[in-house]
């Protein structure tokens, strides 16, 4: 029997059967009533295939030419059709399809969900608006590559019959001819199209279509994958690649822990900055972090790090045997931020908060300090802080005073003092903290230290209730995360 020009393996199930007569398309009344009406209003369409014979329950039609040699350069050959761009919603992009073999059962969304998406992130995309740019002209369907057959006058059309009753070449048919030969041709669809971005969109919509329905229908393994890859370029699409960031609060605070000169960032750390800094209370302000173009936050905040990560933050030599108590641990300060507050101290340098030794023992690591005052109340920890001091190296440049501050100072003079005043706690208040909220009263060590010192305060300290002539900074860690304010006084 001569070659039928239909598609033969695998593929979208279809009622053809080869006759003598020609090929046979078996109908109900009703439906081959329809699908005649269909092929009359395509009078003039380049894939309207000729019709042998109209029977009572089929339509015997004349097959098509053979396939092309080369389907994939067939499509890529033809760059006709009307370029039209539309914004709309996601959703309202992933109906059925007219020519679908699913009769419009395939649901995107369900089937994603199938496949392992999460469900907000699906609706979130679904109910944002997106521009796509297409372009629509004759065909015949165009199912997939292995359906192409070509016109007399050589021209490269689908054999779907449901497609028709329609008239329209566009980017489904692309999708699908790539969905079967593994050839990405977005390239192609974006021909004549002069919003290249635009294009993309609208090809990864159409192969997100057309691999759900193949999902759904055949439980194709590759459409999964197609299908969810498009998704993410989808996702990724509705957010720009880079964004300029801004971050408003305090005069003094500066942004360059966060951000380089010009502010510009990739869209990833823009959005983790708008989830950790915005509406962050810092020295009595409230932070506020806008972005040009506008992004949403961070689905979530940074994953917490375990515990033996945070306490080597605290001490880097903690595994060779740091001594610490539950207070001790809560209040001392990281090392690689102890080591940046201690940059520029000199001489004799006094403690007067000492802990378990975190701070005195940055200030000792210092070249220019010659002596190191480590003050507390606490006999128990300041055993502890000699401890970790001879761990570092330098327990003989500290010298170690269970006692009061206020005393230590008028009788021991120095060059430098460091607080690191009680904020209350792991509940201490981080909406809005004051000089009379702290667990120690700073005036009367304020007024006997030397000219110059240094304070350690929580981020959430107002600095308006500080007197005198101090210059603020925020202390942020490796991981961008503001961890506390520092005022300094004196040169």
Known sequence: MADSGLPTGSGWPQAWEVTAAGVRVPFPPARLQAELAGWHRLEGHPGRPALREIR??????????????????????????????????????????????????????????????????????????????????????????????????????????????????????????????????????????????AADRAYDLALLRVACERVALLRDDAAAAAALAAFERLRDAQQPDRARVFIEGPAWLDTRPWLPPDGRVDAGTARRLLRQLDGLAVGGQVLRVRTEPPLRPAAARPHREDRLTR??????????????????????????????????????????????????????????????????????????????????????????????????????PCDALLLDPPWGGRDYDRQRVTLDDLGMDLRPLLAAAPERVVLKLPRSFNTATLPGDWRWSAAVDARGVLKLLVARRGP
């Not at 699913?102 to 998406?117: C, I, N, P, Q, W």
């Not at 608006?129 to 292995?146: A, T, Y």
């Not at 080597?312 to 001392?332: H, K, N, P, T």
């Not at 940059?343 to 200030?363: H, K, N, P, S």
């Open 56 to 197: 009572e329950d089929a339509l015997l039609i004349e097959p098509l030419g053979p396939p092309p040699a080369d389907p994939v350069a067939a499509v890529t050959a033809w760059a006709g059709g009307t370029a039209f761009e539309t914004t709309a919603p996601v959703a309202s992009m992933l109906g059925p399809a007219p020519d679908s073999p699913l009769s419009g059962t395939a649901r995107v969304d369900r089937t994603l969900v199938r496949l392992g998406l999460k469900r907000r992130a699906l609706d979130r995309l679904m109910a944002s608006p997106i521009r796509v740019s297409s372009r629509s002209g004759p065909s015949f369907g165009g199912l997939h590559s292995g359906w192409l057959r070509t016109t007399a006058d050589g021209r490269p059309v689908g054999l779907g019959w449901r497609g028709a009753t329609r008239s329209g070449w566009s980017a489904q048919d692309l999708a699908a001819t790539a969905l079967s030969s593994g050839v990405d041709l977005r390239e192609v669809h974006a021909i004549g199209l002069t919003d290249e971005d």
């Open 311 to 412: 306490r080597r933050r605290l001490f880097s030599r903690w595994s060779e045997g740091i001594q610490v108590d539950d207070e001790g641990l809560l209040s001392a300060t990281p090392e690689a931020l102890a080591l940046a507050m201690s940059e520029g101290l000199r001489g004799v340098v006094l403690d007067g908060t000492c802990g378990v030794g975190a701070w005195a023992i940055a200030a000792a690591r210092q070249p220019e300090v010659s002596r190191v005052i480590a003050v507390d109340l606490h006999a128990g920890r300041l055993a502890m802080a000699r401890h970790n001091a001879g761990l570092y190296g330098v327990a003989e440049r500290i010298d170690f005073v269970c006692g009061d501050t206020l005393e230590a100072l008028r009788q021991r």
